[in-house]
């Protein structure tokens, strides 16, 4: 009685099993894609998963075969449940990829012959390719490229009569040379096939934004993000760079305050942009990596918007869509500049309105200033400087928690923060003695890279300072962080960071952070000539050869021209090829060189029957063993399409059991 195995889809009852090297090989694929998704899966979901692949693994190692269909069913509804419950929904980026890779691993638990392995490693690639949906740098690329490494191989097993004879080095050795060979190709398509404005689909992101500088501040909220080393962007100037102490990039204006936090003034900063005083000193470009934000990092003090985008009366900078990718922009700044030098009365109100209740020790101390020195608004801040400078504050990246009311707590008790806390105080004692002032966020200083010639500005380096309005000067910026650290402006946040007794490891380890650094420069060129390459550049690139401006017919016209060239040079190689054979031919030359040694050598066009009849004639000793290799080869060779494995391991056995001895003549 013919037994039935249920499953969700049934291969061939002829089509052969999965030998031992492509299973294997398919359960590396697997791996592969779990790993580069591992990043932004729940680290939950992803050990479930490779405990799963594991024991596939294992348990078909040991002889099992396909899970029934009773297993498989509910371990995909099970699938589906934990993807909604912990997204919230089935589409969009992260979600969508974690239910992919969760069935490309319960694939296996069905996968047993050729057409499951084809279809499997088919959408493997789909998923290897989907992580670049995450990170588009140049070591992602790279581990992806790597992930293709044994998709390939799996295929190429599954054409080998017995893959398991075969050493693993043969096995990836020509697919690596196939990849390698791909690359000409790969890249002329990616440089020629023409590409769009926007484009055809896209998914829905989450809305936290990835830079960690937020529209939002409270003091020891960003300790977080002045820890984060990673690239925030990257600004290339025209000429000579600013001196460290000026490169301040402002994105964030903050005018209300309720007792915890600053935040910006949206119903004022909707207006155009404040009046500005001053000529372009720099110019400069920036590329941006992503931030699911709107807002544009500018140097201060900007002078005009980039492209696609619009100045703020705060002068902050806010382009038309949202920023989900590495963007590049142009601006130019000044740094001697006069901005707003007089203000209307809603601007004045909103830039000294306090919270009632908050801080009444602080009111007391900025009243002792405004009685002592009047209207000079400059000595009133340079006394809350000094106060910073010389009243026992320290600068750590780790300050103790701060109290319901964060201001006097910080300036009469912990007496320890970083920028968060000394702009944040300093802007509400300069309020408390009747001077208008604001909160600033953004980044300063960078590390300035000599071999990419550009500046380097981290997450680590967001910042905030304050802008005090002065009589007839209009908006200043004052610092109250570089009071209490200097190297915080002069030299940056690392340098602020080493010797504040709260800093990280990674602060100290200068070779590690010069190499770092170094790496960038990479990724810097790889953001610039790859992920930067969009149409308006493609349309650009004939422009040596004088086509100003090349259109889709151009670039398709170059685009078959250089596909057949290509495709006709690797013909021509493969025609002139010598022809390696399988594993039969293999075994066929072993014992042609064992005849050889004995003095019969095979000749030019000698067929292989005519070759056994001679051997036989000339080694009487071994005839029985030489017309059985004879009938072997031959119904091997000729009477299948494919040397079945039982035959090519009774041949393969019968050449080594063969004893010669040399002919004397």
Same mark, same amino acid.
């Given at each position: 009685m013919t037994r039935f195995r249920l499953s969700l889809t049934r291969a061939p009852v002829d089509e052969p099993l999965l030998a031992r090297r492509p299973f294997d090989l398919l359960c590396l694929t697997m791996a592969c894609v779990l790993g580069v998704h591992a990043l932004h899966l729940p680290w939950w979901l992803t050990l479930t998963l490779a405990g799963v692949l594991a024991a596939r693994w294992r348990q078909r190692r040991s002889g099992? @075969?396909?899970?029934? %269909?009773?297993? #498989?069913?509910?371990?995909?509804?099970?699938?589906?449940?934990?993807?909604?419950?912990?997204?919230?929904?089935? %589409?969009? /980026?992260?979600? $969508?990829?974690?239910?992919?890779?969760?069935?490309?691993?319960? #694939?296996?638990?069905?996968?047993?012959? /050729?057409?499951?392995? /084809?279809?499997?490693?088919a959408f493997a690639c789909f998923g290897l390719m989907s992580a670049l949906l995450f990170d588009q740098g140049i070591a992602a690329s790279f581990v992806v490229a790597l992930g293709l490494v044994p998709a390939v191989a799996t295929l190429r097993s599954l054409e080998v009569v017995d893959p398991d004879l075969l050493p693993l080095r043969r096995e990836l050795l020509p697919v690596l040379i196939t990849l390698l060979a791909a690359v000409p190709l790969a890249a002329f398509a990616?440089?020629?096939? !023409?590409?769009?404005?926007?484009?055809?689909?896209? *998914?829905?992101? *989450? +809305?936290?934004?990835?830079?960690?500088?937020?529209? =939002?501040?409270?003091?020891?909220?960003?300790?977080?993000?002045?820890? +984060? +080393?990673?690239?925030?962007?990257?600004?290339?100037? +025209?000429?000579?760079?600013?001196?460290?102490?000026?490169?301040? %990039? @402002?994105?964030?204006?903050?005018?209300?305050?309720?007792?915890?936090?600053?935040? !910006?003034?949206?119903? $004022?900063?909707?207006?155009?942009?404040?009046?500005?005083? $001053?000529? !372009?000193? %720099?110019?400069?470009?920036?590329?941006?990596?992503?931030? @699911?934000? @709107?807002?544009?990092p500018v140097m201060d003090m900007p002078v005009n918007a980039p492209d696609d985008a619009r100045l703020r009366t705060d002068r902050t900078a806010v382009a038309d869509r949202r920023i989900d990718e590495v963007y590049r922009y142009h601006a130019s700044a000044t740094t001697d500049y006069r901005l707003d030098a007089t203000i209307d009365a809603r601007q004045r109100r909103q830039a000294l309105q306090l919270p009632n209740g908050v801080g009444p020790r602080a009111r007391e101390l900025a009243a002792s200033w405004s009685g002592k020195f009047g209207n000079d608004h400059v000595a009133i801040a340079r006394a809350a400087l000094a106060m910073f400078h010389d009243g026992g504050f320290r600068y750590t990246l780790a300050p103790a928690p701060l109290g319901r009311d964060r201001i006097d707590d910080f300036l009469f008790q912990t007496r320890e923060g970083f920028c968060e806390h000394y702009s944040s105080t300093f802007t509400f004692l300069m309020r408390a003695a009747g001077i208008p002032a604001r909160v600033v966020t953004g980044y300063q200083g960078g590390y300035w890279n000599k071999l990419g010639s550009y500046l380097l500005v981290r997450h680590a380096d967001a910042h905030a300072w304050s802008e005090v309005w002065l009589e007839g000067r209009g908006w200043v910026r004052f610092d109250p962080t570089g009071a209490v650290r200097p190297e915080r402006v002069s030299l940056g946040a690392a340098a602020a960071a080493a010797g504040s007794g709260s800093e990280s490891g990674m602060f100290n380890m200068t070779w590690l952070n010069n190499v770092r650094d170094r790496w960038d420069v990479v990724n810097q060129w790889w953001n610039q000539a790859v992920n930067g390459f969009d149409a308006l550049r493609q349309q650009g690139i004939l422009q040596p050869f004088g086509i100003r401006r090349a259109d889709v017919g151009d670039l398709a016209i170059i685009l078959a021209v250089g596909c057949a060239l290509l495709v006709a040079g690797a013909l021509g190689w493969a025609m002139f090829q010598r022809r390696e054979g399988d594993a039969l031919d293999a075994w066929m030359q072993r014992l042609e060189r064992k005849l050889a040694r004995t003095?019969?050598? /095979? =000749?030019? $066009?000698?067929?292989? =029957?005519?070759?056994?009849?001679?051997?036989? =004639?000339?080694?009487?000793?071994?005839?029985? *063993?030489?017309?059985?290799?004879?009938q072997l080869y031959l119904r091997s060779r000729y009477a299948f399409d494919e040397p079945p494995p039982e035959s090519l391991i009774e041949f393969r056995r019968q050449v080594k059991e063969l004893k010669v001895r040399r002919v004397v003549k």
């Amino acid at each position: 009685m013919t037994r039935f195995r249920l499953s969700l889809t049934r291969a061939p009852v002829d089509e052969p099993l999965l030998a031992r090297r492509p299973f294997d090989l398919l359960c590396l694929t697997m791996a592969c894609v779990l790993g580069v998704h591992a990043l932004h899966l729940p680290w939950w979901l992803t050990l479930t998963l490779a405990g799963v692949l594991a024991a596939r693994w294992r348990q078909r190692r040991s002889g099992g @075969r396909n899970a029934p %269909f009773w297993i #498989k069913l509910p371990l995909i509804v099970l699938l589906l449940a934990v993807v909604i419950a912990y997204y919230g929904t089935l %589409f969009g /980026r992260e979600p $969508g990829s974690a239910f992919a890779v969760g069935l490309l691993v319960l #694939k296996m638990l069905e996968s047993e012959h /050729r057409r499951d392995a /084809r279809v499997a490693v088919a959408f493997a690639c789909f998923g290897l390719m989907s992580a670049l949906l995450f990170d588009q740098g140049i070591a992602a690329s790279f581990v992806v490229a790597l992930g293709l490494v044994p998709a390939v191989a799996t295929l190429r097993s599954l054409e080998v009569v017995d893959p398991d004879l075969l050493p693993l080095r043969r096995e990836l050795l020509p697919v690596l040379i196939t990849l390698l060979a791909a690359v000409p190709l790969a890249a002329f398509a990616f440089v020629f096939v !023409p590409r769009l404005n926007s484009p055809l689909w896209g *998914a829905p992101t *989450a +809305d936290k934004s990835v830079t960690g500088l937020s529209d =939002r501040m409270a003091p020891g909220e960003m300790a977080e993000v002045l820890t +984060d +080393d990673t690239p925030a962007m990257r600004v290339t100037f +025209d000429n000579a760079p600013p001196m460290n102490a000026s490169r301040y %990039f @402002r994105a964030y204006t903050m005018t209300n305050f309720d007792g915890q936090s600053w935040s !910006p003034d949206y119903d $004022g900063g909707s207006r155009s942009s404040g009046t500005l005083e $001053g000529q !372009p000193r %720099f110019t400069y470009e920036v590329t941006l990596e992503p931030t @699911r934000q @709107r807002v544009l990092p500018v140097m201060d003090m900007p002078v005009n918007a980039p492209d696609d985008a619009r100045l703020r009366t705060d002068r902050t900078a806010v382009a038309d869509r949202r920023i989900d990718e590495v963007y590049r922009y142009h601006a130019s700044a000044t740094t001697d500049y006069r901005l707003d030098a007089t203000i209307d009365a809603r601007q004045r109100r909103q830039a000294l309105q306090l919270p009632n209740g908050v801080g009444p020790r602080a009111r007391e101390l900025a009243a002792s200033w405004s009685g002592k020195f009047g209207n000079d608004h400059v000595a009133i801040a340079r006394a809350a400087l000094a106060m910073f400078h010389d009243g026992g504050f320290r600068y750590t990246l780790a300050p103790a928690p701060l109290g319901r009311d964060r201001i006097d707590d910080f300036l009469f008790q912990t007496r320890e923060g970083f920028c968060e806390h000394y702009s944040s105080t300093f802007t509400f004692l300069m309020r408390a003695a009747g001077i208008p002032a604001r909160v600033v966020t953004g980044y300063q200083g960078g590390y300035w890279n000599k071999l990419g010639s550009y500046l380097l500005v981290r997450h680590a380096d967001a910042h905030a300072w304050s802008e005090v309005w002065l009589e007839g000067r209009g908006w200043v910026r004052f610092d109250p962080t570089g009071a209490v650290r200097p190297e915080r402006v002069s030299l940056g946040a690392a340098a602020a960071a080493a010797g504040s007794g709260s800093e990280s490891g990674m602060f100290n380890m200068t070779w590690l952070n010069n190499v770092r650094d170094r790496w960038d420069v990479v990724n810097q060129w790889w953001n610039q000539a790859v992920n930067g390459f969009d149409a308006l550049r493609q349309q650009g690139i004939l422009q040596p050869f004088g086509i100003r401006r090349a259109d889709v017919g151009d670039l398709a016209i170059i685009l078959a021209v250089g596909c057949a060239l290509l495709v006709a040079g690797a013909l021509g190689w493969a025609m002139f090829q010598r022809r390696e054979g399988d594993a039969l031919d293999a075994w066929m030359q072993r014992l042609e060189r064992k005849l050889a040694r004995t003095g019969v050598t /095979r =000749r030019t $066009g000698e067929g292989p =029957r005519h070759f056994f009849a001679r051997a036989a =004639r000339t080694l009487p000793g071994q005839r029985n *063993a030489l017309e059985r290799l004879s009938q072997l080869y031959l119904r091997s060779r000729y009477a299948f399409d494919e040397p079945p494995p039982e035959s090519l391991i009774e041949f393969r056995r019968q050449v080594k059991e063969l004893k010669v001895r040399r002919v004397v003549k």
